[in-house]
């Protein structure tokens, strides 16, 4: 497909399982979530490794995979050059090569972290070695010292915001400390976005929304990776949701993390994937 006849939105399915380490539950709840969304838009595949073993380089499992991955995710939106993209990842750090993406193409955007977790580790800092914990830091750092043939574009620390965010490892808590990130905690997720983000991102007329599941109160949604209590409610997460989209461009949404296989259970989404259809 050529640049001139490409689709503005497209729905990405990115099965990315390597960044947990060995997750086939990762890899099947991606797929099962991907099923139930059923984009309507224009979708594309990132083809992935199926799971099997993983090895470490450069301080990060399975690096090798996920470099490979990565390169040629950035390809495909390349070659397909999107404006807008819906993405149902697998860990974090499927956004590594979608932000990337979206800020080469479009310069400077907002970033709207909602995430149990930092994911703001290094190869030397992170306790697991996991690459899904490092992916805002790699996007922060412009991937270096991350072993990875991506060219990553640097985004600033005054474009992100860290929402939900209440399990951090102690290097984490000193790099929000040092950089001053600010830290939206659950009970400040109202109905609405607090007014020093609001001003913070006024600058802004496109922005980005991550959405790790594990955000989510597992009373509601259980079925993530590394699910952490007194999170967000569902009901709550779709009012701030609205709120941002309905104040900028949203061009990118991605849904991540998921485990969950069954369909049942995926249908507690339903108020969330809604409005990523709407993208």
């Known amino acids: 497909m050529t640049r001139d006849n490409s689709p503005k939105k497209v729905a990405l399915f990115y099965p990315q399982w390597q960044g947990a380490g060995y997750s086939p539950e990762l890899y099947e709840g991606t797929v099962a979530l991907w099923s139930y969304f059923s984009p309507q838009m224009p979708s594309i595949e990132v083809p992935v490794d199926r799971p099997g073993e993983v090895t470490k380089h450069n301080g990060i499992i399975g690096l090798k995979q996920i470099d490979k991955q990565l390169s040629n995710s950035y390809k495909i939106l390349q070659d397909l050059n999107p404006s807008h993209i819906a993405t149902i990842g697998g860990g974090c750090d499927v956004e590594v090569a979608v932000i990337s993406y979206l800020r080469a193409t479009h310069g400077p955007l907002g970033i709207f972290w909602f995430d149990a977790h930092g994911d703001l580790n290094t190869p030397d800092s992170s306790p697991s070695k996991l690459f ?21 574009p640097s985004i600033s620390l005054q474009d992100i915001a860290l929402l939900g965010v209440r399990d951090l490892d102690p290097p984490e808590r000193e790099y929000i400390k040092e950089t001053g990130i600010p830290v939206i905690a659950v009970s400040e997720l109202m109905e609405s ?24 109160d597992p009373v509601e949604f259980a079925g993530v990776k590394c699910p952490t209590e007194n999170g967000v409610r569902i009901k709550q997460l779709r009012s701030v949701l609205q709120d941002i989209m309905e104040r900028w461009d949203a061009i990118g949404l991605s849904l991540v993390e998921s485990i969950e296989t069954d369909k049942k259970k995926l249908s507690a989404l339903e108020p969330i994937i809604q409005l990523v259809r709407e993208l």
């Open 132 to 152: 899904h914990g490092m992916a805002l830091r790699c996007l922060l750092e412009g991937g270096r010292g991350f072993g990875l043939q991506l060219p990553v």
């Open 193 to 216: 976005m607090p007014e020093k983000l609001v001003s913070q991102f006024k600058q802004f007329e496109k922005v980005y929304i991550h959405i790790d599941l594990d955000v989510l």
